[in-house]
């Protein structure tokens, strides 16, 4: 069986064993079995325990053996003590793809890493494979699936995730919205490489969002995730930068740091977009979600406030990006709706042409954005708005979302400061424009876009 | 007359005549006057309009002349063309401060420009004192006061903005909540430093927050901002660092940029903490005004999360910090908390812990908390906790705020993910703890805070 195969057992499974699943139901109790009925997995579940021949009105196995059924994906839920009988259990039952769940292995002692090695050894042999262990397994929402204990919204978005943490798997923190996850945990066999080509191609994921702290086989790795990024791009966070960042890393999934710099390298030579923190890493896949990319450097501001614009301006060019010099024509256009004594350029600022030009504020961004939009010398747009009271006195979102849509290969990011409010949702769900409450973060968001697109014009 | 005395009648007026103000009222109408009254302003208030003789049930004056009283403070909101005329009026009528609000002078054309230099002649030749013009004027909420024509939430907190535009003055934005605001505008008569000399000698203001593009006299600049600092943390935003920021500054405040490096080299001199962004310069003012300042490098880590740990770990080493090494008293102390076979060290991963420990998760994170900072190894501690579902099922600010009281030199800052939601609040409420929801920019706070303390044991 190919590696794809085994990855589409572990994603997209007919029937899954719980294994060590626990009795005890009801908010708070982290039942894996109640998770999936409520989200309404449709395959068939088996649990196993062998305290109880029921649960949740499922019949429940003593044993993986005693099921009497095919079993593409078995979740091990149990102490680290039970965990090498219960892995060879299901080897010998055939059952594809295993996911352990039970921390202290590669992550913990001398004994830990002994039993992983043990692991890895019995399901090469039996022809399985194993997902972990130190991992909460995968989650599918496109079939209704998440074999977390942590109950999550199951969101069916284009957006595929590879991780080493809870923290980064769907679930109650959602820093990154997903419609599908595999946690490597410690990565004992099922590694980031296989992952990828799982992703590579799944019809249903156009992104994937990589959160990685160590990577064993590196040139696989480059070239996998070379192929994968020119298809669809990869975001990454890598941690383990630092000497005390490794250290913590060995104790939390057994990762060896490795140079930071050969990682950096082998991200850039496979136009894999590497984040800086947490924050970017969220940022890109927002944007990298719902953006065009963009097509040059040269960036239009439109802002509601005079300093605003100057930070923006500011942050464009630390990160690399030009503030478009505007076409003569375009400014000559734009003249009426400013005060006389304006020089006005790029940034445009609205807030004093809507107290001389008698627009509604409305009318101002409407305009601003469509002649802006319409120079060739702009590749695309920072909106800056400051949204006061419930929705503010102006229904901005109309002109903004008509401005994306007739200018569909420039992409617009708004930076919204102020009472965070309706705006805010009704641009993000337009899925049309991204959103930020960062100056700062939403120019570094266009200069990563541009980064991935010259990735791909290079490699044409 | 002292300057100082000219900038009590600016901030601490007995008695306010507000020209050109308007007789539309109610939501959305910009109202100063309306704005006043609600606020509970005690002191007199003059408007002046020519077109009526009483607005919301208070006498108005056709002109600044006809009003038979003296006058602290003038606020002129008219258009540029009838500024002169008034400023001219205001100083006939030795009104002590004049804040010009409209824009068009120093940040407009030649014409504009001149005018400005005539504002600043009258009021030099008649000892009168000039706020702007392109200013929002003041706020001191100490007396419920705001001359911004945008209606604020009156907070008596003891920060002191300085700022040369209205997306940092105290009205709906709230990037920086402040207690007193000074726009200065283009600054063309009262600046950045007669603004410092006011701040450092009042009582009710801690902490001092700037937002300047330009300072036109740098030497008695680094001269108060370096007295002051040693009183009192100054932090500061300077935009204009880019030739894109520098030109979009112009058409914004009149402001010429300078070469950024001697900005730089000037805050440093003087103690003053450069923010790189809005972000930072938000995060810094909250956490100036709560924590104490850091006596070390060395940062204890508690995470609920493995990998936030690590990353967590990483950004110390990104911003010159130390993960504590714990003494081995501690770590003897604590073993019985976590897993056998885990090598427990600095982060210490709270969940792994709540999961073999049998304690409640509160205990974990009160026991995590009390042994790290009583270890004289530590100098203070970033939390990391995920907030899951409404109060999450764990109530931990008890444990949290016991810590901060027991240890009041060791600064908390607590990383929160997930849901925001009440825990947030209460932590911040409670005025003891700073609140993230960013690991990058709760670790990189502790490091500015650090930089301050050196300043201080610099000049010690």
Redesign the interface.
């Known amino acids: 069986m190919k590696d794809v195969e085994f990855m589409k057992a572990f994603m997209e499974p007919e029937s899954i064993a719980l294994v060590g699943v626990s009795r005890t139901t009801g908010e ?1 109790s982290f039942n894996t079995l109640e998770n999936l009925l409520n989200y309404g997995y449709s395959g068939k579940i088996y649990p196993v325990n062998p305290g109880t021949d029921e649960i949740l009105g499922l019949r429940s196995y003593p044993s993986v053996k005693d099921i009497p059924h095919e079993i593409d994906l078995a979740v091990v839920s149990s102490p ?1 003590s039970t965990v090498i009988d219960l892995v060879k259990e299901c080897a010998d039952k055939r059952v594809k793809g295993i996911v352990v769940v039970a ?2 292995f590669g ?3 001398e ?2 890493i002994a039993l992983q090695a043990e692991m890895v050894r019995i399901v090469k042999e039996a022809g399985s494979r194993i997902m972990g262990p130190n991992s909460l397994g995968i989650a599918n929402f496109f079939c209704n699936l998440n074999t977390s204990f ?1 109950r999550s919204k199951p969101d069916k978005l284009p957006v595929g995730i590879i ?6 798997f769907p679930g ?4 990154i919205l997903a419609g599908k996850a595999i946690d490597l945990g410690n990565a004992c066999d099922i590694d980031v490489s296989d992952a990828l080509e799982y992703y590579e191609t799944d019809p249903q994921i156009k992104l994937i969002v990589l ?1 990685v ?1 160590g990577i064993e086989k590196g040139r696989r790795f480059i070239e996998v995730a070379r192929r994968v990024s020119k298809k669809k791009p990869i975001l990454a ?1 890598k ?7 490794a ?7 057994g990762s060896l740091a490795g140079k930071d710099e050969i990682y950096d390298a082998a991200f850039r030579q496979s136009g894999v977009i590497r984040a ?4 970017e890493l969220a940022d890109l896949s927002r944007a990298f979600s719902c953006l065009p990319l963009i097509k040059g450097r040269r960036i239009g ?1 439109i802002s509601m ?7 923006a ?6 990160y690399g990006l ?2 478009a010099k505007l076409s003569p024509e375009i400014l000559a256009e734009v003249r009426g709706l400013f ?5 006005i ?1 790029n ?1 445009f ?1 609205t807030w ?1 042409a809507f ?1 001389v030009s008698g627009y509604p504020y409305e009318e101002v961004v409407e305009r601003a954005f469509q002649l802006m939009l319409a120079d060739e010398a702009v590749d695309g747009v920072i909106f800056i708005h ?4 419930k929705e503010g ?1 102006w229904d901005i979102v109309p002109p903004i979302l008509r401005a994306a849509d007739t200018f569909k290969d420039k992409p617009v990011l708004c930076w919204l ?3 965070h409010d309706g705006i805010a949702t009704k641009l993000e769900e337009s899925g049309k424009v991204a959103v930020s409450l ?4 939403a120019v570094r968001t266009v200069s990563r876009l541009r980064e991935y697109a010259e990735f791909l014009e290079r490699d044409q």
Not at 305 to 311: E, K, M, N, R
Not at 386 to 389: E, L, S, Y
Request: charged share 25%; net charge negative.
């Open positions: 708070d680290r921390q202290g992550d913990g002692d004994e830990g942590a991780c080493q943490s809870g923290l980064f109650p923190p959602r820093l959160y702290e966070l941690s383990g930068r630092s000497v005390y960042g250290k913590a890393m060995k104790s939390h999934t800086t923190d947490i924050d501001i406030t005079g300093a605003g614009g100057v930070i301006a500011d942050t464009c060019q630390r030009e503030v005060p006389s004594w304006l020089d350029s940034p600022d004093p107290q400051g949204v006061f009271g006195s400061y102020g009472t960062s100056c700062e973060r």
